[in-house]
C-alpha cells in the first residue's frame, strides 16, 4: 500500500522512543531519531530504532574524562528520573567507574511540570554533602530553573563545579537573547558539551541560508536560532532518502502485510486490521545502516553498535555574556585542545577554565560535609612515654610531642580538618596496641569514605616529613608512629593509627 | 493500556484498511514519512525547519530519490516527552493522514 508510512522520523524524545520502538519491531517500520540520546536505545532490543545524533553514552563518556582530568572522584547528578534521565546518568555511572570515580549522589526529579519546591529541596540535600562537583543531566526547558535555583541558595559560589550536559548549549545556541538577559548570571562558570560537528562547505551553506528558510517556513516565530539537533534532524531526512535510494535500487517494494503477531489484538474496537506491517523494512533498515554519506554534521555513517561513528563533542564554558571554547572531546582522542578533534595529539587536556565565582582556580571538588562525622583519632592513655601523648589531668584535653606534630600538620592543610580526640585505656596500664589497632580499623573500615582518606593522606605525608630521623615510629616503639595501609585502589582499606 | 496501544498502532497506519499483501511497482511516486517532534521545544521547533527544508533539498535534487516524492507528515507530540504526548493531543488536522475512522483522541 503506498499510502502506509515506511519510516518514522523521530521521536524527540528518548521516552516516547521507547514507547514506540516496540511498536516499531512489530511493524517493521524503522525510527531515526535525531534527538533521542538514551543510550539504552541503540539496545538489541530495538532494532528498529536508528540513532541519528550522537548517543548520550558518549556525552557521559566526555563528562567522566572531565571530571577525571580535574582528578574529582564523586560527583553528584541531578536529572530528571525518565529513560532519558535516569539511562544517562547510568551511563555516567560506568564510564565513572572506569576512571575510578563514582556517583555519590544522585538526586532525581520526578518527570512532568517539575517546581521550585522540588528543585529548592533536591538542592539542599545536595548542599550538605560532600561533593562539590554537579551534573545536570536535564531537558532544556528546566535546566535553567535548576541553576537559578542553585544560585539562590550560593551554590553559584566559588567551590562549587557545574557540568550541564548538552541542554545548556542547546538553550544558549537557540536563545540568542538569553546572553544580555538575567539568566546569563545563573549559568556563569558552568561548563557544558556541544555535539562537535565539523566545519564544512555543505554546513556553511546550511547555515547560511537557515534564517530565510527558517523565516519562511516558521513566519511566526522565525527566523530561528540553530542549534546542533537542527543539523542533525537535517541529515537525518538525507539519510533515509540515501537508504530509500539504495532500497528502490534493489527492488525494494513498499508491500503491506496485514499478518503481524499483533494479530491477537485484533478484532474489537482496536480495528487494528487497517494496520499494516512493512514486508520489506528489514531491508529498508539494513540500508539505512549502510548509509555513509557527507552531510552538514560531518560523516554519517553508523557504527556496529548502531550508533553514529566519530562522536565528539566541544567542551565549552560560560563566562560572561558568551561561551568559550576550552577543548574538545572525541571518542579517538579524549580530551584535546586541537580545532579538529580527531587529528590532533591526544591527551593535552583542556585550556583554563573560569569556575563558579570567577576564579580560575581549579576546585578541589569536595567538602567536608555539614552533617559528617569528624575526623577520630584514637589516643592511647599510657603510663610511659607520657611526654608524647598524654591526657591533661581532669581534662579531655591531650598533649604531648606527638599531639603538637599533629596540630602543626593540620594547620598547614589549605582547608579545616574537624577532629576529635578519642581515649582508650584505663590510665593505669598501657593499653593493648593490638587492642586499639583492631578497633580503629573496624570503626574506620565502616565510616570512612574517599574524602577521609585523601585528607589522612595529606596528613601522614605532613606528618611523615616533619618527624625526626630519629624518632621511633611504630607500635613497638610505644610511641608516636602509624600504621597505614594504602592501596593505590581506594576502595582498599587505608587506616590510620596514632601512637 | 488499551488506549494506548491503539493510539500507538495507528500512527504507522496511512490509508485505508487492506487486508493480505499489497504492494506497488519498485519506484512509487510518492513515500510517506512520519515525523513526531515537539513543535513548540527548544530541540523542535528547530528540528521542523530544518527537516523540511532537507525534504525540499531531497526532493529538488535529482540525483536522489529520483522520480519519487518524499512526503513528510509532521505529528506534534506537544511538550510532553512521554505517554502524555501520545494521548493528550486532542484532535487536529494530522490525524487525517493517518487513520481514517478512529473514535478518541489520536496521537498526535
Known amino acids: 500500500m503506498e499510502n502506509d508510512t515506511v519510516a518514522i522520523i523521530g521521536p524527540q524524545f528518548s521516552v516516547m522512543a521507547h514507547v514506540i520502538s516496540h511498536i516499531a519491531n512489530e511493524m517493521q517500520v524503522p525510527l531515526l531519531s535525531f534527538a533521542a540520546t538514551d543510550p539504552t536505545l541503540t539496545s538489541l532490543q530495538f532494532p528498529y530504532f536508528v540513532r541519528t545524533t550522537q548517543s548520550d553514552l558518549y556525552q557521559m563518556t566526555a563528562v567522566a574524562e572531565i571530571v577525571d582530568h580535574f582528578q574529582w572522584r564523586d560527583v553528584i547528578a541531578i536529572y530528571i528520573d525518565d529513560d532519558h534521565g535516569r539511562n544517562g546518568v547510568s551511563a555516567l555511572g560506568d564510564k565513572l567507574a572506569e576512571k575510578r570515580g563514582k556517583i555519590s549522589h544522585k538526586a532525581p526529579l520526578k518527570p512532568g511540570n517539575i517546581t521550585r519546591e522540588d528543585i529548592n529541596s533536591a538542592l539542599v540535600k545536595i548542599a550538605l554533602m560532600e561533593s562539590r562537583v554537579i551534573v545536570l543531566h536535564i531537558y532544556p526547558s528546566f535546566g535553567l530553573d535548576v541553576l537559578n535555583v542553585a544560585r539562590s541558595l550560593g551554590m553559584m559560589v566559588n567551590g562549587y563545579v557545574w557540568i550541564a550536559t548538552d541542554w545548556l548549549s542547546t538553550v544558549i545556541d537557540s536563545d540568542p537573547s538569553l546572553s544580555t538577559s538575567p539568566a546569563m548570571n545563573d549559568i556563569q562558570g558552568v561548563i557544558t558539551l556541544r555535539m562537535y560537528t565539523p566545519d564544512s562547505e555543505m554546513k556553511r551553506k546550511f547555515s547560511s541560508g537557515w534564517n530565510k528558510v527558517s523565516k519562511e517556513k516558521d513566519p511566526v516565530e522565525g527566523p530561528l536560532a540553530l542549534n546542533s539537533f537542527g543539523f542533525y534532524a537535517y541529515d537525518t531526512v538525507w539519510v533515509l532518502a540515501s537508504a530509500l535510494d539504495a532500497f528502490f535500487r534493489s527492488g525494494g517494494t513498499l508491500s503491506f502485510s496485514n499478518d503481524s503477531s499483533l494479530n491477537m489484538l485484533r478484532g474489537g474496537s482496536f480495528e487494528l486490521d487497517t494496520m499494516g506491517v512493512f514486508v520489506d523494512g528489514e531491508k529498508l533498515l539494513k540500508k539505512i545502516l549502510e548509509v555513509n554519506r557527507s552531510g552538514v554534521t560531518g560523516q554519517m555513517m553508523f557504527g556496529e553498535d548502531g550508533n553514529l561513528v566519530h562522536s565528539s563533542y566541544e567542551v565549552i564554558n560560560v563566562i560572561g555574556s558568551g561561551i568559550r571554547r576550552i577543548g574538545f572531546w572525541s571518542e579517538t582522542s579524549g580530551l584535546h585542545t586541537g580545532e579538529s578533534p580527531n587529528h590532533s595529539i591526544s591527551g593535552d587536556g583542556l585550556y583554563g577554565v573560569i569556575w563558579p565565582g570567577q576564579t580560575t582556580q581549579t576546585p578541589r571538588g569536595w567538602v567536608f560535609s555539614s552533617n559528617g562525622k569528624p575526623l577520630r583519632i584514637g589516643v592511647p592513655l599510657r603510663i610511659s612515654y607520657r611526654e608524647f601523648v598524654s591526657r591533661t589531668e581532669g581534662t579531655e584535653m591531650f598533649g604531648g610531642y606527638c599531639v603538637d606534630v599533629f596540630t602543626a600538620a593540620l594547620s598547614l592543610l589549605p582547608y579545616p ?25 573496624v570503626g574506620v573500615s565502616v565510616t570512612i569514605n574517599f574524602h577521609w582518606l585523601s585528607s589522612f593522606y595529606e596528613l601522614i605525608l605532613t606528618y611523615c616529613i616533619k618527624i625526626p630521623c630519629n624518632m621511633p615510629v611504630g607500635v613497638r616503639c610505644c610511641c608516636w608512629g602509624h600504621y597505614h595501609y594504602h592501596k593505590p585502589n581506594k576502595d582498599s582499606g587505608f587506616y590510620t593509627a596514632i601512637y | 493500556m488499551r488506549k494506548i496501544w491503539f493510539l500507538v498502532l495507528v500512527m504507522f497506519y496511512h490509508g485505508f484498511p487492506s487486508k493480505g499483501i499489497s504492494s506497488v511497482s519498485t519506484r512509487p511516486r510518492t513515500v510517506n514519512v512520519g515525523a513526531l ?72
Open chain 1, 417 to 441: 580538618v574537624p577532629y576529635k580526640f578519642v581515649s582508650f585505656g584505663d590510665g593505669k596500664t598501657n593499653p593493648p596496641n593490638a587492642k586499639l589497632l583492631n578497633m580503629i580499623t
Open chain 2, 37 to 108: 517532534m515537539s513543535f513548540n521545544s527548544t530541540v523542535g521547533r528547530v528540528a521542523k525547519v530544518a527537516i523540511e527544508a532537507a525534504v525540499d533539498d531531497v526532493n529538488s535534487d535529482a540525483t536522489i530519490l529520483n522520480g519519487t516524492e518524499l512526503k513528510i507528515l509532521m505529528l506534534d507530540t506537544k511538550l510532553s516527552t512521554g505517554f502524555l504526548g501520545i494521548v493528550d493531543c486532542r484532535f487536529s488536522q494530522t490525524r487525517l493522514f493517518f487513520f481514517h475512522s478512529i473514535h478518541f483522541c489520536p496521537f498526535f
